[in-house]
């Protein structure tokens, strides 16, 4: 069965601190993951996916098949970047993770 | 870019009466569309997969005969939570894929806050 897990519900980092956010997966076939974004009081929206590679934001995924993860990554925190992270990955549907609230102090 | 809508986006009712929900996708087509409902401090939990044109399929624990889903044309599917009660309160949103161009993004829905009373 497909699973995602995220096990921090709570992340809080000073602005300009490194950030790390944690996602393990289960999945028996070839996985695409995602990572999405809600900022406070906005609709949820796909901040990137491992397929593209891409940085968005300043945000890095790196899918690392051995240990099943797909960590979110950014190297300078800012105030704006505090919002809800979902992990998700993608068979027939999407299944999410419990979702990580990141809260950046200034 | 792509935008899903819902409406209403909050709705309060009293128990037994049944509330419809309606996603739409306002600038692209789509065949499929899910809805997910999501409870307080947790997570996005898939309810279903709405297909046009064909029935609905149901996630494991959701019980089709309430959470009645219609897929009636490329840019609208409906949830109609039936005889809702109190344990019915909760957000509920939607998305959709596109049918050409980014089909691997989901879009979605500002989502649908239902209140039983």
């Known amino acids: 069965a497909q699973r995602v897990t995220q096990p921090e519900k709570l992340l809080s980092v000073f602005k300009g601190a490194p950030v790390e956010l944690k996602c393990n997966y289960s999945y028996s076939g070839s996985p695409e993951l995602f990572w999405y974004v809600q900022y406070s009081r906005q609709r949820l929206q796909l901040l990137l996916r491992h397929i593209s590679r891409e940085s968005i934001k300043g945000f890095t995924a790196d899918l690392n098949k051995g240990e099943t993860s797909f960590h979110l990554k950014k190297p300078f925190a800012q105030e704006e970047d505090s919002a809800m992270y979902y992990c998700a990955l993608k068979n027939n549907d999407m299944r999410f993770g419990a979702g990580t609230r990141l809260t950046v102090k200034p | ?117």
């Open chain 2, 1 to 117: 870019g792509a935008v899903v809508s819902q409406h209403p986006s909050r709705v309060i009712c009293k128990s037994g009466t049944s509330v419809k929900i309606e996603c739409r996708s306002l600038d692209f087509q789509a065949t499929t569309m899910f809805w997910y409902r999501q409870f307080p401090k947790q997570s996005l939990m898939l309810m279903a997969t709405s297909n046009e044109g064909s029935k609905a399929t149901y996630e494991q624990g959701v019980e089709k005969d309430k959470f009645l889903i219609n897929h009636a044309s490329l840019t609208l599917s409906t949830l109609t939570v039936t005889s809702a009660h109190p344990e019915d309160s909760s957000f509920y949103i939607c998305s959709a894929s596109p049918i050409s161009g980014d089909r691997d993004t989901q879009y979605f829905g500002p989502g649908t806050r239902l209140t039983v009373l």
